[in-house]
């Protein structure tokens, strides 16, 4: 069935190092989405990318769609303990209302 | 503006019995799209109402079942629990304008427990 899959599964980074995260799907996607969820808390969504090639920043996050549209990666750009959490990127399922979620990636800053 | 709101927050049920969720969407949305999420993992569809119907279906078995009232909110009923339920269960709300990618927002969750 149709899949999509995060690496890492977890990061541990010092605090301002950089940090990627990487989603591939096993079908093409009409669009991805990015979510964050803190320990303890829910997600939240950050982005929807929609576009074949697509990159889109957020202060020091850069996210970007592959050009075949089964892939994106999210960056972070010199870490803080704010960004503590797990990554999740979740794109549209068969049918066209379901949405399904990668498994995470979880990101640990050393202070 | 209210967000979502779930109740209740957690809950600890037996083998064998039975439990109700509760969700009220976001103000203005009318879409209500309902996930388990196991420790660890990502969030896994169960299904999504929308007009008090359900609209789409994700693999879990005829025990998960939902509702959806006239003002939106939604139910989900879970019978027979099997230790296996034990999860964090999410509602998710949106506004229907082409199906799964409307942006969701999700609640803070309901964290069953069973024993």
């Known amino acids: 069935g149709q899949q999509v899959m995060q690496i890492p599964q977890y990061q541990h980074v010092q605090e301002g190092e950089d940090f990627t995260t990487y989603c591939n799907s096993s079908?093409?996607?009409?669009?991805i989405q990015w979510y964050k969820q803190r320990p303890g808390g829910h997600p939240v969504f950050l982005i929807q990318?929609?576009?074949?090639?697509e990159v889109k920043k957020q202060k020091r996050l850069t996210f970007q769609f592959g050009e075949a549209k089964k892939n994106s990666s999210l960056h972070i750009t010199a870490t803080q303990t704010t960004d503590v959490g797990t990554y999740f990127c979740?794109?549209?399922?068969?049918?066209?209302?379901?949405?399904?979620f990668g498994a995470g990636t979880r990101l640990f800053v050393k202070a | 503006d209210a967000g979502v709101t779930q109740s209740p927050t957690h809950l600890i049920k037996t083998r064998g019995q039975q439990v109700t969720l509760r969700c009220s969407p976001k103000?203005?949305?009318?879409?209500v799209s309902w996930y388990q999420q196991a420790l660890g993992q990502g969030p896994q569809f169960i299904f999504q109402?929308?007009?008090?119907?359900?609209?789409q279906r994700g693999n879990f078995p005829d025990r998960f079942s939902g509702h959806q009232f006239p003002n939106y909110s939604s139910e989900l009923n879970v019978n027979a629990l099997l230790l296996g339920d034990s999860a964090l269960y999410l509602c998710?709300?949106?506004?229907?304008?082409?199906?799964?990618?409307?942006?969701?927002?999700f609640g803070p969750g309901t964290r069953l427990t069973v024993l």
């Open positions: 998710a709300s949106s506004l229907m304008a082409g199906g799964s990618t409307d942006t969701q927002y």
């Open positions: 990318l929609v576009k074949s090639g």
């Open positions: 079908t093409t996607l009409s669009n």
């Open positions: 979740a794109g549209p399922g068969t049918g066209g209302f379901k949405t399904i």
């Open positions: 109402y929308y007009e008090e119907e359900e609209r």
């Open positions: 103000s203005g949305h009318d879409t």
